[in-house]
């Protein structure tokens, strides 16, 4: 069976150089056009796989080629645009025109090579190109420089059976990045997250190591067995909590309440928590003695305000992913609607991304989702989010009570004691 055959167009010979080069290495049978033309005859000549295609050119752009080559309702291969920061926008736009997907100039040879495999992967089943992945079952979305190193270090942490610490704001996708990790891992066992809920002051003990006569469940050490337990803002942990977190850790071993049977513990462990934790650490002895068993490999999580250039691409896979888990109406965003958003601070980030869009796929009508109608989305969240005149970056509408009502304290500047003793005069 011959190799897949790649057509890769691009006006520079050094880009032509290096993804054919890495390409031929893949095995693939890679064929090169230095312009819109060339690249027109040699499609006309003989339909590659895949196409690879720049977007500037000096004779005939290539969206000028891709609706040539999408006439018929959809190109005949996939087609991934190869774009730079400055035309993200447009690349975004081209996989509404049918363009599979785009990758981001300088190359990454890991993102090109998983787009490429991706690509063909669609042709060879094209009823489940369309399906998109579950969100907690890939890796954290975005091509910016910031998340390329994120998904690096995170592929080093997966490879070792050390505690992680994930840090970074609310919304940001800690929980998102620690699945990923698991999934990474190779550990047969289950990814087991602790509830909070279940935390109560004096009952914390109990729901960590479980109880002599437990089901075969048992407590969240049992149920984590070869696999990982994610514990979710650990600066959030009650004190005997904190307190049982620490023996476990410092002698590997644990035993049921009741029960005097030593069980080893087995689990990877990676926690997440607010980025201002060592402040936190330092007024608390218990969650500093963890805070330094657990940091161990950190990872940070970068806001969505750090890297606007992953807006368009967050953008396109919740309007794709809704449709395909909701069947909701698919609805891309406009050119403008993206630049828009690229521009918004995102003070919920990820979070409430993901919620925008399906509030827009539900709400919304024809066919784009354009700037009028973000502009109308985002004017919501700003009046129901400044009722006092604070700003939407300060409250935003999608974080954990708790952490609502500091960040509402702390925009206020109100001391909690004195709102008390103020609301008792009263």
């Not at 994610?230 to 909590?241: G, K, S």
Request: charged share 25%; hydrophobic share 40%; with cysteine.
């Amino acid at each position: 069976m011959p190799p897949p055959s790649i057509l890769v167009v691009d006006d520079e010979p050094d880009i032509r150089e290096l993804v054919g080069e890495i390409l031929s290495d893949e095995g693939y049978d890679v064929r090169a056009a230095e312009n819109g033309e060339a690249a027109r005859n040699a499609f006309a000549r003989q339909v590659p796989d895949l196409v690879l295609l720049d977007i500037w050119m000096p004779d005939v752009d290539g969206i000028t080629l891709l609706k040539e080559w999408a006439a018929g309702g959809r190109p005949p291969c996939p087609i991934v645009i190869m774009t730079g920061h400055g035309t993200l926008e447009t690349a975004v736009e081209a996989t509404r025109l049918g363009a599979h997907d785009f990758v981001q100039k300088p190359i990454s040879l890991a993102r090109l090579l998983a787009i490429v495999n991706q690509a063909l992967e669609s042709r060879r089943k094209p009823q489940q190109a369309a399906v998109a992945p579950h969100v907690s079952d890939s890796a954290p979305i975005g091509g910016s420089a910031l998340m390329q190193v994120l998904r690096s270090k995170a592929e080093q942490a997966a490879q070792h059976d050390l505690p992680v610490m994930i840090t970074g704001e609310a919304g940001s996708g800690r929980e998102n990045l620690a699945r990923h990790i698991h999934a990474r891992s190779g550990r047969e066992g289950a990814f087991v997250l602790v509830d909070h809920c279940q935390l109560t002051p004096g009952d914390g003990r109990a729901y960590l190591l479980g109880a002599d006569g437990d089901d075969d469940d048992g407590g969240v050490f049992d149920r984590a067995e070869g696999g990982t337990l994610f514990i979710p803002d650990l600066h959030e942990l009650p004190a005997d909590v904190l307190r049982t977190l620490n023996q476990v850790l410092d002698s590997g071993h644990y035993a049921r309440n009741g029960d005097g049977e030593r069980r080893e513990l087995d689990c990877r462990l990676i926690v997440s928590a607010a980025e201002d934790l060592p402040e936190r650490a330092e007024r608390d002895e218990a969650l500093q003695q963890l805070y330094y068993r657990v940091n161990v490999l950190p990872l940070r999580v970068p806001p969505l305000r750090e890297r606007p250039d992953d807006v368009p691409e967050l953008l396109r896979h919740y309007a794709e992913w809704f449709p395909s888990r909701d069947k909701l109406p698919y609805r891309p965003f406009s050119v403008a609607a993206q630049n828009r958003l690229r521009h918004y601070s995102w003070p919920g980030n990820n979070r409430e991304l993901k919620n925008l869009v399906q509030r827009l796929l539900i709400l919304g009508q024809g066919p784009v989702i354009d700037i009028d109608e973000v502009e109308g989305a985002l004017q919501q969240f700003s009046e129901v989010a400044e009722p006092g005149g604070a700003s939407s970056a300060t409250l935003p509408l999608d974080l954990p009570l708790r952490e609502a009502r500091e960040q509402f304290e702390r925009a206020l500047e109100i001391d909690p004691k004195a709102a008390v003793a103020d609301g008792k005069r009263k």
